[in-house]
């Protein structure tokens, strides 16, 4: 918790924004999302939103972040 706090607070005063206030608290808890949900992407591989944003978001985050790739 306290690396990704840093990493976060770093982050934050790289924006160098004061009308941005962040709070980093852990994780109380964490809600699955329901059935249709799950695997959303492998199932609906030519929606919209897919092709539009997650494909290109994601192929974006592994070329910055190899190391977090499993």
Same mark, same amino acid.
């Not at 990704?4 to 994780?27: F, G, M, R, S, Y």
């Not at 249709?36 to 030519?46: A, I, L, T």
């Not at 944003?53 to 499993?70: D, G, H, Q, T």
């Given at each position: 918790?306290?690396?990704?706090?840093?990493? +976060?607070?770093?982050?934050? $005063?790289?924006?160098?924004?004061?009308? +941005?206030?962040?709070?980093?608290?852990?994780?109380? $808890? /964490?809600?699955?999302?329901?059935q249709?949900?799950?695997? /959303?992407? $492998?199932?609906?591989?030519?929606q919209?939103?897919?092709?539009g944003?997650?494909?290109?978001?994601? $192929?974006?985050? +592994?070329?910055? /972040?190899?190391?977090?790739?499993?």
């Open positions: 918790m306290e690396k990704e706090k840093a990493q +976060i607070e770093a982050h934050t $005063k790289e924006l160098d924004n004061p009308k +941005i206030a962040v709070e980093v608290l852990p994780l109380q $808890k /964490f809600y699955k999302a329901e249709y949900h799950q695997n /959303f992407v $492998k199932r609906n591989p030519s919209g939103y897919v092709v944003v997650s494909i290109p978001r994601y $192929k974006k985050a +592994i070329l910055k /972040f190899p190391e977090l790739l499993k």
